[in-house]
């Protein structure tokens, strides 16, 4: 049975820092991209943050380049999300996921749709307060 499991979550000032991270059991981690995601009741799940199987390759949207950093340890089979400046528009469920590397669109290792994850964390909150 797979599982991924986020921890690292909680409430933070406005300009503060989190480290997310997101142990996973039943895979062969190192099989997997792995991406982070996030939603709102007033939004749908939002692409974060993506690592392609190896950690070579990152890939982030513009409204968290540069305060943002994912990266992987495939010995412990754990994505972190190192979290820097926050705003309170960070606020939100996070979602750690994983994507089977040989299901990727060719050329490209790492991925961003939501949609396209074949597995999913429970979530964990974070709350960014001004």
């Known amino acids: 049975q797979v599982q991924l499991v986020e921890s690292g979550g909680g409430v933070v000032q406005a300009g503060g820092s989190l480290r997310l991270s997101c142990v996973s059991s039943?895979?062969?981690?190192?099989?997997?991209?792995m991406g982070w995601f996030r939603q709102t009741p007033e939004k749908e799940r939002e692409f974060v943050a993506s690592?392609?199987?190896?950690?070579?390759?990152?890939y982030y949207p513009d409204s968290v380049k540069g305060r943002f950093t994912i990266s992987r340890d495939n010995a412990k089979n754990t994505v972190y999300l190192q979290m820097n400046s926050l705003k309170p528009e960070d606020t939100a469920v996070y979602y750690c996921?994983?994507?089977?590397?040989?299901?990727?669109?060719?050329?490209?290792?790492?991925?961003?749709?939501?949609?396209?994850?074949?597995?999913w964390g429970q979530g964990t909150q974070v709350t960014v307060s001004s």
């Open positions: 690592i392609s199987w190896g950690g070579g390759t990152t």
């Open positions: 039943g895979l062969t981690f190192s099989n997997y991209a």
């Open positions: 996921a994983a994507r089977r590397k040989s299901l990727l669109a060719s050329g490209r290792p790492y991925y961003t749709d939501p949609r396209e994850s074949d597995y």
